[in-house]
């Protein structure tokens, strides 16, 4: 905190000096999170017991606007009250560069944006933020766009390394090597269409002793292609996509799709329920083959799916059977106060064996998600929620575990998020 305080004083001065036909706004969020973990992403092993803590998101956003150029500067710090002695000299994670790009308008329709940034695209299944992640998720990216009157078009390059060196190393971080994408968004007879075409690149591993001279670098390339659709009427609204995965991941041949639909309606001004179904491929454990027939949403904010649990695709569950998911939402907004029911109902994709080799049923469970929220102030939102899985015997075959223990989670989060500076000339 005392050195976003020092950023903060010492450059909005500079800033202030300087505005003349500018336009500058900075602001501050605090986040801290409490969780109740008794059985979250995996069911709880027999006679542990549950983790429990304090997260924490500490970010400054600088946004600068002048002419033709547009600027974001946003750093951050994530910790966990008590990772560090109240008399430490320094802090486990420091200050994060989350954003930092520059956007240059060459006119009214075409603009090209450079640095690291955060790309999100429609419901974010595919592309996303990931903002309940306390370190949420930017990329290093080179982003020309094109917009004109209904349509979008985003067409973006990125390409990783470790350092700068003289000769080509092997690239270590967990992050792909290179990748290509196209958005285009459109609305035809008050249907929003999206259509996206992503390829990424993920450098095959050298396994030790690497050799000398280092010997050419394999990248394996894979292809996410799909479209995404919504509209909506006077008091209900319907959301489907489907997205086709094809090429190579770690020299396997990838042949896998997700398919979903939801649906919403407004019972009340205060009430709405809906339901949906997504079927996400997988491949079956009878299956010896090397081909990966399991999709991957890649970088989609995988938290707002599948339950808040996260027993699916978050950080877990790839390479595995495939997931049926039929889900019901209830939503009731009442003053500050907003509510919000979701039970899930989980099969999987495809055949699941016990140890001794016989067929298990599709079944894993059921997820109850309750949430609430409350604005409290302008600039301090609380939330908070608790799940519970019912999970089955399947279930734990796959994730290990035991599903007779009472797995649940619980959560509180607080967001202060103020304006602390704005300036327009």
Do not use: C
């Not at 336009?23 to 992403?41: C, H, M, S, T, V």
């Amino acid at each position: 905190m005392k050195i976003l305080k020092i950023i903060v004083i010492t450059l909005l001065p500079v800033f202030s000096s300087i505005a003349f036909a500018q336009e500058l706004d900075a602001n501050l969020q605090i986040r801290p999170r409490y969780e109740f973990r008794n059985g979250y992403k995996a069911p709880i092993p027999y006679g542990e017991t549950a983790a429990q803590f304090v997260s924490s998101r500490t970010r400054l956003n600088l946004n600068f606007r002048q002419d033709q150029f547009i600027t974001r500067l946003s750093m951050q710090n994530v910790r966990v009250w008590g990772d560090v002695p109240t008399n430490t000299k320094s802090d486990v994670n420091g200050i994060q560069l989350y954003e930092a790009w520059v956007q240059y308008n060459f006119s009214e329709k075409w603009s090209a944006r450079l640095g690291r940034q955060v790309i999100s695209y429609d419901n974010q299944r595919i592309f996303g933020e990931v903002d309940w992640a306390q370190q949420a998720q930017s990329h290093d990216a080179a982003i020309t766009t094109f917009k004109s009157n209904k349509n979008h078009l985003d067409v973006a390059i990125a390409y990783n390394a470790n350092a700068e060196t003289e000769l080509a190393t092997p690239y270590n971080v967990l992050n792909y090597k290179s990748m290509q994408y196209a958005w285009y968004h459109t609305e035809l007879l008050k249907i929003n269409m999206s259509f996206l075409f992503l390829n990424t690149g993920y450098e095959n591993k050298l396994t030790d002793p690497v050799p000398t001279p280092t010997p050419e670098l394999k990248v394996d390339y894979m292809q996410t292609f799909g479209t995404y659709w919504k509209t909506k009427g006077k008091s209900w609204d319907v959301d489907l996509w489907f997205y086709g995965q094809t090429g190579k991941n770690a020299t396997n041949t990838v042949n896998a799709f997700d398919v979903a639909l939801n649906f919403n309606y407004d019972l009340t001004d205060k009430f709405k329920a809906g339901f949906g179904y997504e079927y996400l491929s997988g491949k079956s454990q009878e299956n010896t083959s090397s081909a990966i027939k399991s999709f991957h949403p890649v970088f989609g904010t995988n938290h707002a799916f599948n339950g808040y649990m996260d027993y699916f695709y978050v950080g877990n569950h790839k390479n595995s059977v495939g997931l049926k998911d039929a889900f019901l939402k209830f939503a009731y907004n009442v003053n500050k106060w907003q509510f919000a029911l979701f039970p899930h109902a989980f099969n999987t994709a495809n055949t699941v064996l016990d140890a001794n080799g016989n067929e298990m049923k599709n079944y894993l469970g059921t997820e109850i998600d309750f949430t609430f929220g409350y604005s409290a102030h302008k600039f301090v939102n609380v939330t908070g929620g608790y799940s519970q899985m019912f999970a089955t015997d399947t279930m734990q075959r796959l994730k290990d575990g035991h599903v007779d223990h009472v797995n649940n989670w619980a959560w509180v989060m607080i967001n202060v998020n103020p304006q602390i500076f704005s300036h327009k000339k």
